[in-house]
């Protein structure tokens, strides 16, 4: 069967796109435009070009054929561990420009422009406030004093106890519910941050508050919602959990419920604009491949400089 590529400009921009979809222990196939996922209780057909994040876990089979339409409209993709809690690898995202990643790195490589995003960052969890003469180490207290906060109140509103945030990434069943909880909610959230960041063509690990790892930036954006989405409903679903329930499981549903009603995505999309500088109206484009020139600045690509002629 012959499949027509889709053209760029008729792939849906990641802020319109449906948040995530995780999936274990089944086998996907491409038909037409769409993905196949074959599992147990039968087979499920996705659009792929309206997902975010195809987050594949463990026992997941997926065709050359499904890759190819995958990478074709720009959807993510990560393989992940057990629950979600570990990413492995990652396919080709949506953006074909290098323009987003240039103003990242040149932000971040400098002290005083990274400072300053690090600081709008913080700016963004506390509104109303001027924090902007703060320094990073009193920012940091003062962020870490919200979210202890945050934790007793959720504890005393859902009758939740709270001993502190421990988890262990090689074993997930090792937590109390409302850790696990918290893990399995809050890879949801990377997962979706990291959609849009690879899909705008920015780098993972090129983080302004978080720094050597390779996913240090999804981490700076992800911190930005867990007051308001991961950490109430992780408290949540620890109030209602019983044993024997797939908590990791729920937890992700009750994010992705959270995602869609909030439209998260075209928030991180405008937020992430918003700290780099860039107008947010501006679409993502593919913009044509150049020769960086130190003296000429970009010049023209696929010239035989040698003498003139085009090769």
Not at 53 to 81: C, D, K, Q
């Amino acid at each position: 069967m012959t499949y027509v590529k889709t053209k760029i400009s008729e792939i849906p921009r990641i802020s319109d796109r449906v948040t995530f979809i995780y999936v274990e222990h089944a086998k996907i196939n491409r038909v037409d435009g769409a993905v196949t996922v074959a599992e147990n209780r039968g087979i499920v057909r996705i659009p792929a070009s309206m997902i975010g994040i195809l987050l594949l876990g463990p026992g997941t089979n997926i065709s050359h054929r499904a890759m190819e339409l995958l990478g074709e409209t720009g959807t993510s993709i990560a393989w992940v561990g057990e629950q979600g809690t570990r990413h492995y690898a990652h396919g080709r995202s949506l953006s074909h420009t290098s323009r987003f990643l240039e103003i990242q790195a040149r932000l971040v490589s400098n002290t005083r422009t990274r400072l300053q995003v690090a600081k709008d960052m913080y700016q963004m969890r506390f509104p109303g406030e001027d924090v902007s003469k703060l320094t990073m180490q009193q920012l940091r207290a003062k962020e870490g004093a919200r979210i202890r906060k945050l934790y007793r109140k959720m504890s005393s509103e859902y009758g939740v106890a709270w001993n502190g945030r421990t988890y262990d990434p090689e074993n997930f069943e090792a937590g109390d519910p409302v850790n696990q909880a918290l893990s399995a909610a809050n890879v949801a959230l990377y997962g979706l941050a990291y959609s849009a960041i690879t899909a705008m063509g920015m780098a993972t690990g090129l983080g302004f508050v978080h720094t050597g790892h390779d996913l240090s930036f999804v981490y700076d954006i992800a911190d930005l919602y867990k007051a308001e989405i991961t950490i109430p409903i992780a408290f949540q679903v620890a109030s209602d959990y019983e044993p024997g329930e797939d908590i990791g499981k729920i937890a992700r549903q009750k994010v992705r419920d959270a995602f869609v009603g909030g439209k998260i995505l075209a928030r991180i999309v405008h937020d992430i604009q918003t700290l780099i500088g860039v107008d947010e109206k501006e679409q993502i484009e593919v913009e044509p491949l150049s020769l960086w020139d130190n003296k000429q600045g970009n010049i023209k690509y696929g010239i035989n400089y040698s003498n003139g002629n085009e090769e």
